[in-house]
């Protein structure tokens, strides 16, 4: 697809970035869109492979590799290059329901699977998925498309992340009522507030939200099933109930001093910021501030980054982010890291940039192991003390850590954010449905299936697949919708 010749002739060139000594001082988007010619000069680069594999989504030694929503990306990328702009946007909707979700914040596993990334770099497929939507809004080509009639059916899902946004528009366009649950004052999941605003705007999940909405879809914030809504409230108004709370219990440094006050998860951190700013612009201070204090993030992945890029732009004293793995190489080891896999390599994200220029070097700190936390006489947290580790593999093939004399380390700190991920979801109202689960506390329901024990109960999402990305929330948002329509018609005709 593309420029036969494209790849040849054409550089990768993605969405230019804002300099980092001017963005940090607000919470707009950090980056700039290319031009239309641009775009369709990267589209160009879409070599015609005779077998492609960014489009097709699996997981090899647990990575993701290719587009687990099944991305029409040859075609897309040809309909651009032709400045056939429409009829790309088509394509897009055709298998994903949210491109902008994925163009901003997914970590584009297609681009790891790109033919032309064997040797070349890939084609700058998000870029140009981003760039199809956002045209798609500017021209007034995405509305409302209401279902053609209705099957008196209705539907709860609990949740409103990227799984039950999909599940609930897929649903909708079934025929059911949909009425999607929320606790939090404002719909989006980790949409909203896991990812800041400088990487993804709340404007982009609210207008999606106002799309769906028209659409027919209910949305009800500020309401826990399990609290506000009794399971037997559930059972008497709906006819089946999909669970997409997704997998929110964090996981904690189990050290000396980690109850010490000014230690925080980051999401708590993340999302605190992200309310009061949307709330008062930041002025009604109901958030975690890293002004003035030497901040230590513990945790090398995304979410930490987002960290990074917060305490920046609240003018933080120092910036330190632990990596508990080594720094990677520049370029793949092809023998244990072979194509298609998603590349293991050294990254230099938006935050690890924006704390480069405003601190005067890259934030990360590698190899490092936390081993206990240090306060003052008023419980504040003041030191990190480290050390550094060799990663190693012991006879059954579990990782081990050992231990490097010699590297023992103090950090000053005055906030400490842990960024180490999410162990699984809340039981609370998994126990209250009597849903089963897994021995990594998910939810017990097959894939391609999403029938949990229960009757009439389904789950997708992170909360049955565990921590995982937001391209494969949206996969199985999809999945349990066509599943569920299954269950209340007895057929289907979902993707």
Not at 36 to 46: F, K, M, P
Not at 229 to 245: H, M, P, V
Not at 318 to 345: A, C, H
Request: charged share 25%.
């Amino acid at each position: 697809m593309g420029k036969q010749t494209g790849f040849m002739e054409y550089s990768r060139q993605v969405r230019r970035e804002r300099e980092p000594s001017i963005r940090t001082k607000d919470w707009y988007d950090y980056t700039v869109p290319l031009t239309d010619q641009e775009v369709q000069t990267q589209g160009a680069r879409c070599m015609d492979c005779g077998v492609p594999t960014c489009h097709v989504g699996m997981e090899i030694n647990g990575v993701t590799s290719g587009c687990p929503v099944y991305h029409l990306i040859p075609e897309w990328n040809q309909l651009v290059y032709e400045g056939k702009w429409k009829e790309a946007l088509d394509r897009e909707h055709e298998q994903n329901n949210f491109p902008e979700f994925t163009g901003i914040a997914c970590p584009a596993p297609c681009e790891g699977a790109c033919v032309l990334g064997i040797n070349e770099p890939p084609v700058a497929i998000r870029t140009v998925e981003r760039s199809i939507i956002e045209k798609g809004f500017e021209e007034g080509w995405v509305v409302p498309k209401l279902p053609p009639k209705r099957t008196g059916k209705k539907v709860a899902v609990v949740g409103s992340g990227p799984a039950g946004l999909a599940a609930a528009a897929q649903l909708n366009k079934a025929g059911h009522l949909v009425t999607v649950y929320e606790r939090e004052d404002r719909v989006g999941g980790l949409l909203t507030y896991g990812i800041p605003e400088m990487k993804l705007s709340y404007e982009v999940v609210t207008r999606r939200v106002e799309i769906l909405e028209k659409e027919g879809i209910t949305f009800i914030t500020n309401t826990e099933v399990g609290k506000d809504i009794t399971e037997e409230e559930l059972k008497q108004n709906f006819d089946a109930t999909i669970l997409c709370g997704g997998a929110t219990v964090h996981r904690d440094i189990q050290v000396e001093g980690s109850n010490l006050k000014g230690i925080h998860r980051a999401m708590d951190f993340l999302h605190l910021n992200t309310k009061s700013l949307l709330d008062s612009d930041l002025q009604d201070g109901n958030y975690i501030s890293a002004a003035d204090k030497d901040v230590i993030v513990i945790g090398g992945g995304d979410t930490g980054t987002d960290c990074l890029a917060t305490s920046v732009r609240h003018n933080c004293k120092s910036l330190t982010q632990f990596d508990i793995y080594d720094k990677k190489g520049l370029v793949r080891d092809m023998e244990t890291n072979p194509w298609p896999q998603y590349p293991t390599i050294h990254r230099v994200e938006y935050g690890h940039k924006e704390a480069a220029s405003v601190l005067g070097e890259d934030p990360r700190a590698y190899a490092v192991m936390t081993k206990k936390f240090v306060g003052d006489e008023h419980g504040d947290v003041k030191e990190v003390h480290t050390v550094n580790v060799k990663l190693r593999y012991d006879e059954e093939g579990n990782k081990v850590r050992d231990e490097i004399p010699g590297t023992e380390k103090v950090w000053p700190a005055d906030l400490v954010l842990i960024a180490i991920g999410f162990s699984g979801p809340e039981q609370d109202l998994l126990d209250q449905l009597q849903v089963e689960t897994t021995a990594k506390s998910t939810v017990a329901a097959d894939y391609d299936d999403f029938r949990t024990n229960v009757e009439g109960v389904f789950a997708a999402g992170d909360m049955r697949r565990g921590q995982s990305l937001i391209v494969w929330a949206i996969n199985e948002g999809r999945g349990v919708a066509r599943e569920c329509d299954r269950y209340l018609m007895g057929e289907t005709m979902l993707p």
